[in-house]
């Protein structure tokens, strides 16, 4: 629905998964892959929800100053300290919880990789000057939220909170309206640079 709305063509990363295939395999995946599709003369932007959206801000980093059009980062997961307010305030009952995603970054993380290590926490990227151009969408009752609107802050980003919303909304459009707003405001920030 993403592709159709925005009018560009998917390029879906078949990319290794934890726990089978620990960081920073996916990560490497990721940055590959848009590698290969700047070489093809292509507009190329970059696009995820939750792990995916981790992966897209990583890509990104690494494509800094090159030709890459833009980022698109759905409650993204950026952050593998897991210390932010929403960690606690939706912790459970409202989603995927903080054991959740605790679970999911000591599935992808080796033991002993630092938590701060920005190829797995771009939050705590220092060097964001010449990352493309980024619209942060989150949901408000999920855990993720604050990691996700700092980031946005950080990258002087497109911000947009969806009030009522939990994680994963952004893929239920045949249920929430939300989610075709998300999908169309998404859509939108896609054209307008391509």
Known sequence: MLAIAAGCRLIAVDYRLAPEHRFPAAAEDASLAVEWALGQEIAVGVAGDSAGANLAAVAALAHR??????????????????ASSSYREFAEGYGPGAADMQRGWREYLPEGTDARNPLASPLFGCELEGAAPACV???????????????????GATLIRYPGTIHGFFTMPGIFACARTAIDDAAGFLRAHW
């Open 65 to 82: 100053g090159s030709a890459l059009r833009c980022q698109l980062l759905i409650y993204p997961m950026i952050d593998a300290t897991c």
């Open 137 to 155: 969408l989150t949901a408000e009752y999920d855990t993720l939220r604050d990691e996700g609107e700092e980031y946005a802050r950080r990258l």
